[in-house]
């Protein structure tokens, strides 16, 4: 699903690379933690599977698709297929949550229709049946992410990134959000997350790759934090 | 729905600055105005020059005392040469009464000059009315010869000044198109700056560039129609004040502008000013954007 081979990426003006020789192979379905200190190349993985940046050296595959020669008038139709959760939740506060999610899939060309069968369904899922028309600041800061999930969620995609999508939420909350992650892990998702939560990882017992300055230090199949 | 989509993007983006987007539409339209008026000069001076050169003449003055033999000359080796295509002959009577009828309103003028002081002449069209100088030469030296006047040396000045009007208005359409191309610049990205949220859920959920883009494209293409029918307007406005005041003197000196040519000018200002914003609004996202 998610293939890493040999990448190192070199930022402009960067002393050393921020991700150095890289390779990492990750399988439909599974749920991945990518975790390190800040800086230690986490985002930069994240940008490079979005084809927000690509890598100096190496290949960088996605759902079949080979990122690295991608030309980005492909970008857009690529991203459709990745879902995105950040710590920062990124809605738009003019809009309810069912405009939201109703917003993400306009703009990509689904009709009124199709957003009325689709929306409620996924805001039930998410755990925000009946606050449908509430705007982002009338809502807490898990029910802010749950928006956004379910968001990233809409459209089915094949893969969903998180970039410390509880990085901004107390304990519980975090927890909640990591169920509902789970929850959609199981409907065959993969999903890759970073995060620095340490409790976070050490209950859910999944994969866990470390980053050291660009390096993996790390790949353990049902890892704690360390 | 995308189309309503994106049409009430359009209405809101030119309301949300509405001070920036009333320069831009007020400036476009000076531009275009002038770039309008231009091209209606350069098709009139286009036009007078046709009916202008197509009747002018060489006038060939000759001295009062010169004699058959010397005017039979002339008019023979006038009738031979290649570069002249028609030429005919005004004697003195025939001068006098041209006189007559060209100073009819004043009488003392007419009484003032005896027929027998005007000269006789030989009145020559040019195949090339370029070729004036070497008729000219040709004929300076020649016997029983006065003076020798090219109308189209007369013409050229009028033309010149017309001419002069004509790129004044074109380098103030150029300048203001300028003006007109960064408040166009400026009016996106303060735009593109308000929208950078749903910019960028947009970018991240896989919206195509064009559907990201369009709104602001069309924003500013709007706006520089607006601004063409502005100009238009001003166009009109100068042909009705033109024909009632001032202007009307020279009516017949310059083949007046019809209200259709004013109207064809039309689509040649809203294309420019359309595709100028549109160019402009787009190479800005480029830089802005980054889609």
């Given amino acids: 699903m998610i293939q890493l081979e040999q990448v190192t990426k070199t930022y402009p003006k960067a002393s050393r690379p921020s991700l150095d020789n890289v390779s990492v ?182 994969r866990v790759i470390e980053i050291e300055s660009g390096r993996i230090v790390r790949d353990q199949a049902r890892g704690v934090y360390g | 729905m995308r189309m309503k989509y994106v049409l009430s993007e359009v209405l809101v983006g030119l309301w949300r600055n509405v001070t920036m987007t009333i320069a831009m539409i007020i400036t476009m339209g000076v531009s275009l105005f002038m770039l309008g008026g231009s091209g209606l000069l350069y098709q009139k001076v ?55 009828e060209m100073f009819q309103d004043a009488p003392d003028l007419i009484s003032a000059v005896k027929e027998d002081s005007l000269p006789p002449s030989f009145r020559i069209k040019l195949n090339n009315p370029e070729q ?17 006047v090219d109308q189209s040396k007369l013409l050229d000045k009028v033309f010149n000044v017309l001419t002069g009007i004509q790129n004044f208005a074109l380098a103030i359409a150029v300048v203001m198109a300028v003006a007109a191309l960064l408040l166009v610049a400026n009016t996106i990205q303060v735009a ?28 500013a293409i709007v706006a520089g129609l607006i601004g063409s029918f502005l100009g238009l307007l001003a166009l009109i406005g100068l042909k009705v004040v033109a024909a009632g005041g001032s202007m009307a003197a020279v009516e017949g000196l310059i083949t007046p502008v019809s209200w259709s040519e004013i109207f064809l000018m039309f689509p040649l200002m809203a294309g420019v000013g359309g595709l100028v914003s549109a160019v402009t609004a787009w190479v800005t996202l480029r830089f802005y954007l980054r889609v």
């Fill in chain 2, 46 to 100: 286009g036009d007078m020059k046709d009916l202008y050169y197509e009747n002018v003449q060489v006038s060939i003055f000759l001295k009062t005392d010169v004699n058959d033999q010397q005017r039979g000359d002339l008019e023979a080796k006038l009738k031979s040469d290649p570069l002249v295509k028609e030429v005919t002959y005004v004697d003195k009577t025939e001068a006098y009464k041209r006189f007559q």
């Fill in chain 2, 192 to 219: 593109a700056y308000s929208k950078r949220r749903e910019v960028a859920v947009m970018k991240l959920v896989g919206a195509s560039n064009w559907f990201i883009q369009a709104p602001f494209v069309l924003e």
């Fill in chain 1, 25 to 206: 192979s990750i399988e439909k379905g599974e749920f991945v933690f990518f975790i390190g200190p800040s800086g230690s190349g986490k985002s930069t993985i994240i940008k490079m599977l979005l084809h927000e940046v690509t890598p100096n050296k190496g290949r960088v595959v996605v759902n079949g698709k080979d990122v690295t020669s991608m030309r980005s008038w492909k970008r857009p139709h690529f991203r459709r297929s990745i879902g995105c959760v950040f710590q920062d939740f990124r809605l738009l506060p003019n809009r309810t949550a069912y405009e939201n999610v109703a917003f993400a899939l306009e703009v990509i060309g689904k009709t009124k229709a199709v957003a009325r069968r689709v929306v409620p369904e996924v805001l039930e899922l998410v755990g925000l049946g009946g606050k449908e028309h509430r705007y982002p600041h009338e809502l807490s800061g898990g029910e802010q992410q749950r928006v956004a999930v379910a968001r990233a969620f809409v459209n089915r995609p094949l893969i969903l990134l998180a970039d410390e999508p509880t990085g901004n939420l107390d304990p519980d909350t975090s927890i909640e959000i990591m169920r509902l992650l789970d929850r959609i892990n199981r409907t065959g998702t993969t999903v890759v997350m970073v995060t620095h939560d340490s409790n976070i990882v050490n209950q859910m017992r999944r």
């Fill in chain 2, 132 to 148: 004036y100088k070497s008729i000219y030469d040709e004929y300076k030296t020649a016997e029983g010869i006065d003076t020798i």
